[in-house]
């Protein structure tokens, strides 16, 4: 027998749920609640709020073990960039939770699938759910195997922008050095996909797509970063 799209989503995230009406309400956008007139506690809103703080808690611990001799200051940063909103989208395409997430009329046709707020905080709820059904132990073990991973590359994402500014204009001493241009724009009106060139002294140095400028900024300084942590910036320039 062929397995439905929720089991194999199951799989992928290697947990069951003992209360399946939980899993439902981790996944129901507040745009679909909306749209039945049901009431406010079948969204996902409050199931986000409590997966935040459970992977606030289990990522400051497995930061605190790991790292024995960072500092309080450093130990935030990193936490940041782990939680960020890019990580948890990103960990949500990953367990292909796009596919799985129910939204209203709406916010299906705008493109709400693909928008990395919904995901993020549909990921935030997942964890809660999974608290509340199995334990903090099960919800941990889930923000191990699928947020607290490539640890090298994530502390990259939280403000990559000022992140590659402070490193450009420390190398240039000018901050006219660092320019992002958006080479094009395709989709509607409503979900526009902008992509952008980031140069360092005239130079493509990388291009990204997001759903905003701000977005496709974000992503083409963090490929910069990836890149500078690579290679040597005189290599790159």
Do not use: W
Not at 122 to 147: M, N, P, Q, R, S
Not at 182 to 198: D, R, S
């Amino acid at each position: 027998m062929n397995k439905s799209n929720q089991e194999l989503f199951l799989d992928t995230i290697g947990y069951r749920f003992s209360d399946a009406s939980l899993l439902n309400n981790a996944l129901t956008h507040s745009s679909y609640s909306n749209d039945l007139g049901l009431d406010y506690s079948k969204n996902n809103e409050r199931l986000e709020f409590l997966g935040d703080a459970v992977l606030e808690l289990a990522s400051s611990r497995f930061i605190f073990e790991e790292h024995p001799d960072m500092p309080e200051g450093e130990m935030t940063t990193l936490r940041a960039s782990l939680v960020c909103e890019q990580s948890l989208a990103d960990a949500a395409r990953l367990i292909g939770l796009e596919n799985e997430v129910i939204l209203g009329h709406g916010e299906e046709k705008t493109g709400g699938r693909s928008r990395d707020s919904i995901l993020s905080d549909a990921f935030e709820a997942l964890i809660g759910a999974i608290y509340l059904d199995g334990g903090y132990d099960e919800a941990e073990g889930f923000i191990k195997k699928f947020i607290l991973t490539d640890i090298e590359k994530k502390s990259l994402y939280h403000d990559s922008k000022s992140k590659l500014q402070q490193i450009v204009q420390g190398y240039f001493h000018e901050k006219s050095s660092l320019v992002y241009d958006v080479i094009k724009e395709t989709g509607p009106a409503h979900n526009k996909t902008f992509t952008v060139e980031l140069k360092i002294q005239g130079t493509q140095i990388t291009v990204a797509d997001g759903h905003t400028k701000k977005k496709a900024e974000q992503e083409a300084a963090y490929q910069a970063l990836l890149l500078l942590k690579e290679k040597d910036l005189l290599e790159i320039i």
